[in-house]
C-alpha cells in the first residue's frame, strides 16, 4: 500500500491535469528570442483626454484614431493624482512608480553629454535622466518595488538602443542608469536617420500639461481652470507635434500613444491609441481589466516588450493591449469612450458619500427600531402597523447594497443631474426587490423575505463576475477605473456582499429541510452552494478573490456543522481555514501556469521566489490602516452596539429580537454566526480591512432586525386576548409561512 502522503502528491497531481484541461489552462510558452525584433515609438501626451480629439481641431490625433485601436487609459499610480514624471516612469519600470518628493511639474531637464551627471559620462548624442539614482532608490523602496530602467535595460539587452526625443522621454526609456542612446529635444528635430536607428523610441508632447503649467494657481494653492479655447489650443499645438512624428517615422513602425498622467487635481480616463499590425480600427482591452475600451498605463511596457519581440519578466505586471475590431464609426467610438470617462467622473464624486448616507441611514432605522420597540402600547392595529411599517423598512436597508449594482444597468451618468437620478434609480431598484420580498405569502415567514434579497443579491454578483464583471465598474459599491484597484471580479466590497448573501441564502434555504429533520438535505444544500461560492469567488475567470477564498470555506464549513448539529471548536475552525489556504494555493498555481497569469498566478510566482512574505506584509499592513477609514468604522461599532441594544437586549416581552427569531426559525442562529464569520475572517484576509465587515453589516444587520420584527409581530398576536385566526394559529406554531 501507498503511504497516505504519496496518495495525497497523486491525488493532487491528477486533479491538477484533470483541471488543466477541463478548465484549459495551458503553460506559458518561454520567449527565447534574443533580439528586438519589432519598432515601437511610445508618443506621451500627459493629460490627453478623449474629448480633446475632434475631426477638425486634431487632424492627427484624429487619424490615428481613425486607423487604429482605441480605449481609455487608467493612469493611476501611487498617488491619486498622476504627475508626467509618474506617468514616464511607471512606463520605464512596467509598475506603478513615482517621482519621490517631487511637485506635479514638467519632468527635469536630462544631463547632456558635456555637463557634469554622478552616474558616470554621458554617452554621444545621448542624455541622462536628471536625479535618477535617488529615484530609482525610492521605487526600489515603495510597496510596489518598481525596477526603473527595466524596459531600457530589456531593449540593450536584445542588442538595441532607446531614443528619447523631450525631457519626459528620457524617464520612460533610459536604462537602469538613466541613460539614453539618443537625444532629441522635440520631435520637428528628429531626422529619418535618427527614426530608423534605435528599435524603440518615446516621444514627450507637454503641450497640454505645460498650458496648465502656464496658467498658474491662484493665492489658495488651487490649480486655475483652463477655458475651453485655452484647453483647445494646446490640443491642437499637441496634434501637430503627433502628426510629426506620425509621418517622420518608418514603414512597419507601431505607434502606441498615451495620454499617460493627469493635469489637476482631479484624476481622469486618458487616451490610448496603438496603431500598427495587429491593430486593427476599433476598441482595444488587455487581460489586465477585461473591459472593452479600457487599459492601464502599466499595460504599455508589456505592450513594447511584445512588440519588440521581447519576454515579459514579472516585474512588468500590466498585459499586452489587444484589438477589438468595430465598424462603429470613428465618432461614435471617441464618443463611446467620452461617455466612460464621465461614468467615471459621476461616480467619483458620489461613490463615498454613498457609505455615509447608506449607514447613515441604517443608523436612523435603528432609531426608528428602537422608538418602534418602546412605543408598543395601544391597540393591536397600532402595534401590527409599527412593526410592519419599521419591518419594510428594514428590508428596504437590505435590499440597498445589491440595488446599488442593478442601478449600472441604466446610463444614469448621462443626465443632466446625475446624482439624484443614481439615488432615485437605487431607491427604485431596492423597492422592487423588496416589493418581491413582501409580495407573495411568503410575506409571513420570518425568514423567506430576507431569503428573496440575498438570493437576488449574490444571483446578481455571481451572475455579473461571471459575464464580465460590467457591473463591478463604476458601481457605488463596486471599483473604478480612476482608482484602478481592480477591474473585474470581486472587489473586497462585492466579495463582503456576496458572501455574506451566499451565508445567508445557504442558511435560510436550509430552513424547511431542518423542520422535517432531514439534515442530510439541509448539509447538501450548505455544500452545494458553498462550492459554488467558492468557484465563483476565487476562479481567475470569475472573481478571481485570493482573500475570499480564505473567508468563505472557513464560513461555509462552520455553517455545514450548525445545520448538522455538530460543535465548531477552535481547532476544526483552523482546519478550515487550512483548507480554504490550500484550495486558494492550487488555484493560484494552475493560474501560474497560463500564458496570461492573474494576480493569482503572481502570488504564486512570488511564493516560488520567496518574495510572497512582502505582498503579506504590505496587505496586512493596509488592513491596519482601514481602522482610520472612519466612516466604515464608525459603522461597524454602530451595527455591534445595534446588535447588543436593540437585537440582542430583551424587550418588555422578555424576548429580545435575536430570541424570537431564534425561536421561530431553526436557521437564523447559524445565519447570524457564519455571516460574522464570514465578515471577520474576510476583514482579516483582506487589505479593504474594516470595510469588508461593515458592508456584511449593512447587509446582514436590517436583514435580521426585519426577521426579529417579524417574530415579535407573531408573538404579539399570539399574546392578544381575542382569539387568533386559524392561520396565526399555525403560524406561531410552526413558525412557517401560514400560505
Not at 498617488?79 to 512608480?97: E, K, M
Not at 540593450?156 to 531614443?163: D, E, N, S, V
Not at 458619500?353 to 428602537?370: D, E, H, P, R
Not at 446624482?419 to 420570518?446: D, K, N
Request: hydrophobic content about 45%; glycine content about 12%; some cysteine.
Amino acid at each position: 500500500m501507498m503511504p497516505r502522503g504519496t496518495k495525497i502528491a497523486v491525488f493532487l497531481a491528477t486533479l491538477a491535469t484533470v483541471l488543466t484541461g477541463v478548465l484549459g489552462w495551458s503553460p506559458a510558452q518561454a520567449d527565447t528570442r534574443a533580439q528586438a525584433t519589432g519598432r515601437v515609438v511610445i508618443i506621451g501626451v500627459p493629460g490627453l483626454m478623449w474629448s480633446d480629439i475632434s475631426q477638425q481641431n486634431t487632424p492627427a490625433l484624429w487619424g490615428l484614431t481613425a486607423g487604429g485601436s482605441a480605449a481609455g487609459l487608467s493612469v493611476r499610480t501611487t498617488r491619486v493624482n498622476t504627475c508626467p514624471t509618474d506617468g514616464w516612469l511607471t512606463v520605464s519600470a512596467g509598475q506603478r512608480s513615482r517621482l519621490p518628493h517631487g511637485d506635479c511639474a514638467l519632468p527635469s531637464a536630462p544631463i547632456l553629454p558635456g555637463q557634469d551627471s554622478p552616474t558616470g559620462p554621458v554617452p554621444k548624442d545621448g542624455a541622462i535622466a536628471a536625479g535618477w539614482p535617488a529615484i530609482k532608490s525610492d521605487n526600489a523602496g515603495t510597496n510596489y518595488h518598481a525596477e526603473i530602467g527595466l524596459l531600457g535595460d530589456a531593449v540593450h539587452k536584445a542588442g538595441g538602443c532607446t531614443m528619447a526625443v523631450g525631457p519626459g522621454a528620457v524617464f520612460g526609456v533610459g536604462n537602469g542608469g538613466g541613460r539614453v542612446d539618443r537625444y532629441v529635444e522635440s520631435p520637428d528635430k528628429v531626422t529619418a536617420a535618427d527614426w530608423a536607428r534605435c528599435p524603440l523610441a518615446a516621444v514627450d508632447v507637454d503641450d497640454l500639461f505645460r498650458a496648465y503649467i502656464d496658467a498658474g494657481v491662484d493665492p489658495h494653492g488651487d490649480q486655475i481652470p483652463l477655458s475651453d479655447e485655452g484647453r483647445a489650443d494646446a490640443a491642437a499645438d499637441a496634434d501637430r507635434r503627433v502628426g510629426q512624428v506620425v509621418t517622420g517615422v518608418p514603414q512597419g513602425t507601431t505607434i502606441l500613444l498615451a495620454g499617460l498622467s493627469d493635469t489637476g487635481l482631479n484624476p481622469h480616463l486618458r487616451v490610448a491609441v496603438a496603431k500598427g499590425d495587429g491593430y486593427e480600427p476599433g476598441f482595444m482591452t488587455s487581460s489586465a481589466t477585461r473591459q472593452e475600451g479600457l487599459v492601464t498605463l502599466t499595460d504599455v511596457t508589456a505592450t513594447a516588450m511584445k512588440l519588440l519581440g521581447l519576454p515579459q519578466p514579472k516585474q512588468v505586471v500590466g498585459s499586452v493591449w489587444t484589438a477589438q475590431p468595430s465598424k462603429v464609426s470613428t465618432q461614435d467610438r471617441v464618443d463611446a469612450l467620452v461617455d466612460e470617462d464621465v461614468a467615471a467622473q459621476a461616480i467619483r464624486t458620489v461613490q463615498t458619500s454613498f457609505y455615509w448616507v447608506l449607514f447613515a441611514t441604517q443608523l436612523v432605522l435603528y432609531g426608528i427600531a428602537v422608538l418602534a420597540l418602546r412605543r408598543l402600547g395601544g391597540d393591536r392595529r397600532s402595534r401590527a402597523r409599527i412593526l410592519g411599517g419599521t419591518r419594510v423598512i428594514a428590508l428596504l436597508g437590505g435590499a440597498a447594497p445589491g440595488a446599488s449594482f442593478l442601478a449600472g444597468l441604466l446610463p444614469w451618468w448621462r443626465a443632466e443631474h446625475p446624482t439624484p437620478v443614481l439615488i432615485c434609480t437605487v431607491l427604485g431598484f431596492a423597492g422592487l426587490l423588496t416589493g418581491v420580498a413582501l409580495a407573495g405569502p411568503w410575506r409571513r415567514s420570518v425568514v423567506v423575505p430576507g431569503l428573496v434579497i440575498t438570493g437576488v443579491t449574490g444571483a446578481v454578483l455571481a451572475l455579473d463576475v461571471m459575464t464580465g464583471s460590467n457591473l463591478q465598474l463604476n458601481t457605488l459599491m463596486g471599483y473604478t477605473a480612476l482608482v484602478a484597484g481592480r477591474f473585474y471580479g470581486f472587489g473586497n466590497q462585492a466579495f463582503s456582499l456576496f458572501a455574506v448573501a451566499a451565508i445567508l441564502t445557504a442558511a435560510w434555504l436550509t430552513e424547511y429541510p431542518l423542520r422535517r429533520r432531514r439534515k442530510a438535505i439541509a448539509v447538501g444544500i450548505v455544500a452545494v452552494i458553498g462550492v459554488f461560492a467558492v468557484l465563483v469567488d476565487g476562479l481567475p475567470a470569475f472573481g478571481s478573490d485570493f482573500g475570499g477564498v480564505l473567508a468563505i470555506v472557513p464560513a461555509f464549513a462552520m455553517l455545514g456543522l450548525m445545520v448538522a448539529g455538530q460543535r465548531v471548536s477552535a481547532l476544526r475552525l483552523g482546519v478550515f481555514f487550512v483548507v480554504g489556504a490550500a484550495i486558494v494555493l492550487f488555484i493560484s498555481y494552475l493560474n501560474a501556469q497560463s500564458a496570461n497569469p492573474t494576480h493569482l498566478g503572481r502570488f504564486w510566482q512570488d511564493l516560488m521566489d520567496g518574495d510572497a512574505w512582502g505582498i503579506v506584509t504590505r496587505k496586512f499592513n493596509a488592513m491596519l490602516n482601514s481602522l482610520g477609514y472612519w466612516p466604515y468604522t464608525l459603522a461597524v461599532a454602530a451595527a455591534v452596539v445595534f446588535l447588543f441594544f436593540v437585537l440582542a437586549r430583551p424587550t418588555r416581552w422578555r424576548v429580545s429580537l435575536l430570541q424570537g427569531a431564534y425561536k421561530h426559525s431553526l436557521s437564523m442562529r447559524p445565519a447570524l454566526i457564519c455571516a460574522l464569520a464570514v465578515g471577520v475572517i474576510g476583514t482579516l484576509a483582506n487589505d479593504s480591512g474594516v470595510v469588508v465587515l461593515s458592508v456584511a453589516f449593512s447587509l446582514a444587520t436590517p436583514l435580521m432586525l426585519a426577521a426579529g420584527l417579524r417574530s415579535l409581530e407573531i408573538d404579539l398576536r399570539n399574546a392578544d386576548t381575542s382569539p387568533p385566526e386559524p392561520s396565526e394559529s399555525r403560524e406561531a406554531s410552526t413558525g412557517s409561512p401560514s400560505a
